[in-house]
């Protein structure tokens, strides 16, 4: 049930076709696991939080550097040495208190991997290495959880949701990592990628709209030019294909 204050707080959403009551109901029940509290995470969590999730579970163990000040809008000067996920938990508590908030400092590894998605609903990619998303994406496999990939470079990023059974996985699209290396990040690519999972989240916890289901959006910021790739399953997939 949705008390008077979130009636009142989630009013303006309540008013979209398709939404309604029982879509803030869907959102209050939904549990969604947020892989990294920086650039990525950190819009993703506030329009989570926002609209109303009901759980959002913040898995990082890093602590807060001032190189991440420009993007990872979650985290401000006066937060600098603490973990992110302690930064992260207090702004998104104050942004709103009716989100329950389970911050965990853990380094994402295929010996944990399985309990930190146990019970959530979506797995949102918002890890800067490849690795990681690898084990995210097996998970997601094992459990048969939608898994929202997203990455950014410079001015540019990407973003498709995966549905484990349906669409290609991430093996399918990127079978083996890029090299690891330190890049380069503008503030406003990781803005509108994690804004763009965020959306995909709502609208699958909803069931409205047309999911980037079998399709890589490609977003170029230096052009603000957007573009489609239609993604397939490799039928040879390490991951998918078993």
């Known amino acids: 049930m949705l008390s008077d204050n979130e009636l009142e707080r989630y009013d303006r959403q309540i008013m979209i076709d398709g939404f309604g009551r029982e879509g ?4 209050k029940r939904a549990k969604i696991l947020v892989a990294g509290a920086g650039g990525l995470g950190s819009p993703v969590s506030i329009y989570l939080a926002a609209a109303g999730v009901g759980m959002i579970r913040i898995v990082d163990d890093d602590k807060v550097e001032i190189s991440n000040l420009n993007r990872q809008i979650l985290h401000w000067d006066k937060d600098v040495g603490k973990r992110k996920v302690d930064s992260a938990r207090e702004k998104l508590q104050g942004l709103n208190q009716n989100v329950q908030l389970e911050s965990i400092v853990e380094r994402i590894t295929e010996d944990n991997i399985l309990q930190l998605v146990a019970d959530c ?20 496999l094992t459990k048969n959880i939608p ?23 991430l093996r399918c699209i990127c079978p083996q990592p890029p090299p690891a290396e330190k890049f380069p990040v503008i503030g406003v690519a ?14 699958y916890v909803l ?3 047309e999911l980037l289901t079998g399709r890589l959006l490609i977003y170029d910021g230096l052009s603000l030019r957007f573009c489609e790739v239609e993604l397939t399953k490799d039928p040879e997939c390490m991951e998918c294909s078993r």
């Open 24 to 27: 803030q109901e869907r959102l």
């Open 121 to 140: 609903d979506l797995i949102v990619d918002a890890m800067d290495n490849f690795p990681t998303r690898y084990l995210l994406n097996k998970a997601a």
């Open 147 to 169: 898994f929202l990939h997203g990455a950014v470079y410079g001015f540019e990023g990407r973003a498709t949701t995966i549905i484990p059974g349906e669409t290609p996985c």
């Open 190 to 203: 990781p803005a509108v990628i994690g804004c763009i999972q965020a959306t995909e989240a709502i609208k």
């Open 207 to 209: 069931q409205i709209g």
